[in-house]
């Protein structure tokens, strides 16, 4: 177990729809990244997040954003769902400095499913 | 650009095998970090090994090792003495600059 916790399990929006999804990390863990993970494919990286900063992005559009909160937490937001934003999302933690790269900690995943 | 290649979709093997997954990476940066991890059914991503670039010191944990040449962009993962337990979805993945880019995976299907 990673100490890493995702709200919800699972999750059924309709296109169009505006979705909150949730992180919890490791007491000490001041480093996040999201990750989307279609079926059969493996993790896309959306943002990274450093001490309440975004540092990082992938190839996403902006309506995917981000927030990450004192208490270890964060969310990932993603407004207009598309069809093909159904995925697994995946958060990761790591204890650094918000540079270089040490070992990352995921969580079980929230799958969202957008009809 | 970056990018990683796991060219092997699936493989499958039969108990006490060995087995090689291959990963061959892209990056026109000096300073990396490359990864394996595990996915197993239930989903979670277990990390396995991390590995920076200049450091290309082959490593073995147990049965797993792994072998990492600079000269041809390789990061490969061998396990030794394949068991059921190792059946699962592995991804090579590579970090520099605060990104991320993870190869599409290998299924392992070890059989009894």
């Known amino acids: 177990e990673t100490g890493v916790t995702q709200s919800p399990t699972h999750l059924i929006k309709t296109r169009g729809q505006q979705v909150t999804l949730r992180c919890s990390s490791q007491s000490g863990h001041n480093t996040v990244s999201w990750y989307q993970q279609a079926l059969g494919q493996g993790p896309q990286f959306i943002f990274q997040?450093?001490?309440?900063?975004?540092?990082g992005r992938g190839n996403f559009p902006p309506r995917f954003s981000g927030l990450q909160f004192p208490n270890y937490s964060s969310e990932l937001n993603v407004n207009a769902l598309e069809l093909d934003d159904s995925a697994l999302y995946l958060c990761?933690?790591?204890?650094?400095?918000?540079?270089?790269?040490?070992?990352?900690?995921f969580g079980p995943g929230t799958r969202l499913t957008v009809t | 650009a970056q990018k990683v290649t796991q060219a092997q979709t699936e493989i499958s093997v039969v108990e006490k095998e060995d087995v090689t997954l291959d990963c061959v990476y892209e990056t026109r940066d000096t300073t990396y970090y490359l990864f394996w991890y595990k996915q197993p059914p239930s989903g979670e991503l277990v990390f396995l090994i991390r590995?920076?670039?200049?450091?290309?010191q082959n490593e073995i944990s147990g049965r797993y090792s792994w072998n990492f040449q600079k000269s041809t962009s390789s990061f490969n993962f061998t396990i030794t003495a394949s068991q059921v337990v190792d059946s699962a979805v592995y991804f090579c993945a590579l970090n520099n600059f605060n990104k991320f880019y993870f190869g599409s995976g290998t299924k392992l299907n070890v059989k009894p």
């Open positions: 997040y450093y001490r309440e900063e975004e540092n």
């Open positions: 990761a933690s790591r204890p650094s400095s918000g540079t270089g790269s040490g070992e990352q900690y």
């Open positions: 590995r920076n670039s200049f450091d290309e």
